[in-house]
């Protein structure tokens, strides 16, 4: 059974970091791309940073390049979201997301599987 937990969410101050882990767990993803989404309230859920298993290519939302970077370690089957320079607006429930099935990358219905969130919360 295929299971991603998410930890590191929390309580930050505006202009301070959190990392973020997913570790995966029932199968590899070494060859599997994988990334994180987010969800304010009364939004949909969107991208935020990609990693391919093949390439190790990394794609990642206009809102957050150069303040967040997006890591995994294949002998952990676990991937990371270091994010930096936060703000308010980053608030949100944070979702890892591995495998894509067909489509693109950016859109949460082409992922084949999701953790349970961990809740990031920055205070102005």
């Known amino acids: 059974q295929v299971q991603l937990v998410e930890s590191g969410g929390g309580l930050v101050q505006a202009g301070g970091s959190l990392r973020l882990s997913c570790a995966a767990s029932?199968?590899?993803?070494?060859?599997?791309?994988m990334g994180w989404f987010r969800q304010a309230p009364g939004k949909e859920r969107e991208f935020i940073a990609g990693?391919?298993?093949?390439?190790?290519?990394?794609d990642f939302t206009d809102s957050v390049k150069g303040r967040f970077t997006i890591s995994r370690d294949n002998a952990k089957n676990t991937v990371y979201l270091q994010m930096n320079s936060l703000k308010p607006e980053d608030t949100a429930i944070y979702y890892c997301a591995a495998t894509l099935r067909s489509g693109s990358l950016y859109l949460a219905g082409s992922w084949a599987y999701w953790g349970q969130g961990t809740q990031v919360t920055v205070s102005s």
């Open positions: 990693v391919r298993g093949s390439s190790g290519r990394t």
């Open positions: 029932g199968r590899t993803f070494r060859n599997d791309a």
